[in-house]
């Protein structure tokens, strides 16, 4: 993992809050078949693999075209027709592509934050001008509640597929000794006195 969350410095805290949740990503695959990864577990459509794909390509805009940096990886799927091309993996795209470029965009990210200073300048080319330009500080921000976000989306399409749950492989931040058919059955009746 790169930086620390508990270093006092705000650049490491940031970087190391972003190094956890990109391995809390990577670590909701393990087990997955190919279907299991691709399959749409939500009305419109969220799936595991695609999650992936799009967070990738969310780290290289932001930590690599925002500061001029990373121009050579192309991502073909911007160029598509499809407005939602980066949320789930085409036919010919496999689970080893997407992870290698999920650590690619991570590479990069890493070298972004090590390189410049948070009041480093940039400019995100996707949004308006009144919100650029923008420093690596602001980005930096936008781009852990982001990667959070879509790590919630993964976190409970896994649940839906196989039941596993949790924050990380070593910590899964969830009681040991609930059971949780009985616990989720509970909440059912409580919710069930407000129909």
């Known amino acids: 993992m790169s930086g620390s969350i508990g270093d006092n410095d705000p650049k490491t805290q940031l970087h190391g809050y972003l190094s956890l949740v990109r391995e809390a990503v990577l670590w909701k695959l393990d087990g997955l078949s190919d279907y299991e990864l691709r399959r749409p577990m939500t009305p419109t459509g969220t ?50 592509e997407i992870v290698a470029l999920y650590h690619r965009a991570g590479e990069i990210g890493d070298a972004t934050i090590t390189e410049l200073d948070l009041d480093a300048p940039g400019h995100v080319p996707w949004w308006p001008a009144d919100r650029n330009p923008v420093t690596l500080h602001r980005v930096l921000v936008h781009l ?5 976000r879509h790590a919630g989306q993964i976190d409970i399409v896994r649940e839906l597929i196989d039941g596993a749950a949790g924050l990380r492989a070593e910590n899964t931040n969830l009681p040991a000794d609930v059971t949780w058919p009985e616990y989720r059955a509970r909440l059912e009746t409580l919710a069930a006195q407000f129909l």
Do not use: S
């Open 144 to 148: 852990l509640a982001e990667t959070n």
């Open 47 to 96: 799936n595991v693999l695609g999650v992936v794909k799009h967070l990738a390509g969310v780290q290289i805009g932001y930590l690599g075209w925002t500061f001029d940096r990373a121009r050579d990886v192309q991502l073909e799927w911007y160029a598509n027709d499809d407005p939602l091309a980066d949320m789930y993996a085409a036919a010919g795209e496999t689970r080893d």
